[in-house]
């Protein structure tokens, strides 16, 4: 994900909510998965069908994502589901947080991120939904429809994204290179570390509330020359065990661990 500057955003409203004035670039759509195939833009895939078993001993039907910012390249494990949308629940607080800050709603992150559904709606209030609309559309997330009236939109719709497309969001994120500034992303590296080595970094965002909505865990793992950004989605069954036998940490950190990016004994929250 490139960064897109002031002369990419269209439209007087958008520009004037922005503090932009010319025209932006539309995105391209996210396209085929599957062996060498293009996920977005010239990025290519790689299934690995082969890790649908770690879905299958959980008992837990989803599709995970793995992308490599450096080389451009990505892994999945069910291609098909992995450019399917759905909402992204509580993982927009990082797209809420980044617009709020850069707005000014807010003036730390920890205030919008992880620190629960009421705090992420009021973030959003003071915002705005017209103006977050418009930061949505610059950072090209998912299918950019906040819809029009009623609350929690990216909890039950319609805003929609798919595992691709989350990946593709936060390699910008993790790179530094969304049009936000600077420091505003570094306060979401903060706000999202929740491991540190020497080796490596990770951060990562967790929405598994179950209530029939889909679990994500999304995130990327920084370390050496580049990071690799990664999404993890799960479908929501009924009761208590809404996605199987593991949660959606433990299973985002075996499928990390399985593609080597993380070490195999790497703890756990």
């Not at 479908?235 to 990390?256: I, K, N, S, V, W």
């Amino acid at each position: 994900m490139r960064r897109i500057g002031c002369a990419s955003v269209a439209g007087a409203t958008v520009a004037a909510l922005l503090g932009c004035a010319a025209p932006r670039e539309e995105a391209a759509p996210v396209q085929g998965a599957g062996n060498a195939a293009a996920v977005g833009g010239d990025v290519a895939a790689v299934e690995r069908a082969d890790l649908a078993g770690v879905f299958a001993r959980a008992g837990a039907a989803g599709t995970f994502v793995l992308y490599d910012s450096r080389d451009r390249t990505s892994v999945l494990v069910d291609p098909e589901r992995a450019r399917e949308r759905a909402v992204p629940g509580e993982t927009f607080e990082l797209v809420t947080a980044l617009a709020a800050l850069q707005t000014g709603a807010v003036s730390d992150a920890g205030a919008v991120v992880g620190a629960g559904r009421d705090a992420h709606r009021g973030a959003v209030e003071r915002v705005g939904r017209e103006r977050l609309a418009a930061w949505v559309d610059r950072f090209d997330y998912g299918d950019r429809d906040l819809g029009t009236g009623g609350d929690d939109f990216w909890a039950r719709g319609p805003l929609g994204v798919s595992a691709v497309e989350q990946t593709e969001f936060l390699a910008g994120l993790a790179r530094g290179e969304l049009p936000v500034e600077a420091a505003h992303q570094e306060a979401l590296h903060a706000a999202t570390l929740v491991e540190e080595t020497a080796e490596y970094g990770l951060h990562a965002r967790s929405a598994c509330e179950g209530g029939g909505a889909p679990g994500w865990w999304v995130g990327w793992v920084a370390g050496g020359e580049g990071a690799h950004t990664f999404a993890l989605r799960l479908e929501a069954g009924p009761g208590e065990d809404a996605y199987g036998t593991g949660d959606c940490e433990a299973l985002g950190r075996e499928l990390l661990a399985a593609l080597d990016v993380l070490p195999e004994d790497a703890g756990t929250r």
